[in-house]
């Protein structure tokens, strides 16, 4: 049996065009060196939302002090934000931090500074 040219040629053409759309996916490229000398940094924390009020506790198990602070989003648009200062959470230190709206909570969200 004899291939003509016609269908050859676009057999020729989808290969080639596939081949070049895979090598167009990107891909992620995180050397492993950079992943694993990271110093481990963070609190883990847990949020707990109550009605209108916000709790929050953040354990730090990493030896370099964690700068943690609350923010809260109320739902409503006339409720006002709030975001606490900073509050440092030491090496194997739990740390509690409350905030709240006058009415429901919209969003909460910790973050987290090194200490300068």
Same mark, same amino acid.
């Given at each position: ?6 269908? $050859?040629? !676009?057999?020729?053409?989808? %290969? ?6 895979? &090598?167009? !996916?990107? #891909? ?5 060196? +950079?992943? &694993?000398?990271? +110093?481990?940094?963070? $609190? %883990? ?8 009020? !916000? ?11 964690? #700068? ?6 109320? %739902?409503?648009?006339? +409720?006002? +934000? ?5 509050? &440092? %959470?030491?090496? $194997?230190?739990?740390? /509690? ?6 009415? &429901?909570?919209?969003? !909460?969200?910790?973050?987290? /500074?090194?200490?300068?």
């Amino acid at each position: 049996m004899r291939l003509s040219r016609r269908t $050859a040629s !676009v057999s020729l053409a989808v %290969a080639l065009v596939l081949t070049v759309a895979y &090598e167009a !996916v990107p #891909r992620a490229r995180v050397p492993a060196d +950079d992943h &694993e000398s990271a +110093d481990p940094f963070g $609190a %883990a924390c847990r949020i707990s939302v109550t009605g209108s009020k !916000v709790t929050v506790y953040c354990h730090n198990p990493y030896p370099e002090t964690d #700068r943690v602070s609350l923010h809260v989003e109320c %739902a409503r648009w006339w +409720d006002i +934000d709030t975001d606490s200062s900073p509050v &440092e %959470a030491g090496p $194997a230190q739990t740390v /509690r931090l409350t905030g709240r709206c006058w009415k &429901e909570v919209g969003h !909460v969200w910790i973050s987290h /500074r090194r200490e300068s």
